[in-house]
């Protein structure tokens, strides 16, 4: 998914980040409408019972504070869904979750 934030514009992507040593859910965004990209960091990896995940969505809410909704799901394939609260800073050189418990 991806969205234009405002008042930047910059473009702003969920995405299923297989990258990565430990796979999972990354956020990445782009100042240049999409042609160069920066990863900013994952908001779940596929690690101890989360085996799978992706499909998500983001919203803009007050300001720089976003919320991103996805499903996951374990190793019998029983999904869920999670939502997560994160800020990007001002210069949009990384993001910090507002969630305690990604931190």
């Known amino acids: 998914m991806i969205i234009e934030t405002e008042p930047a ?4 992507v969920l995405y299923r980040d297989l ?3 430990t796979p999972g859910i990354g956020i990445g965004y782009s100042s240049d409408g999409g042609h ?3 990863r900013l960091g994952s908001l779940a990896v596929y690690a101890g019972s989360i085996y799978d995940g992706g499909y998500g969505d983001l919203i803009q809410l007050e300001g720089n504070r976003f ?3 996805y ?3 374990d190793q019998d394939a029983s999904p869920w869904i999670q939502g997560t609260l994160f800020i990007l800073d001002q210069d949009l050189i990384g993001w910090q979750s507002a969630n305690p418990s990604m931190r």
């Open 9 to 12: 514009r910059h473009l702003l």
């Open 19 to 21: 990258s990565q040593k």
């Open 36 to 38: 160069n990209w920066q």
């Open 67 to 69: 919320l991103a909704v």
């Open 71 to 73: 499903y996951l799901c």
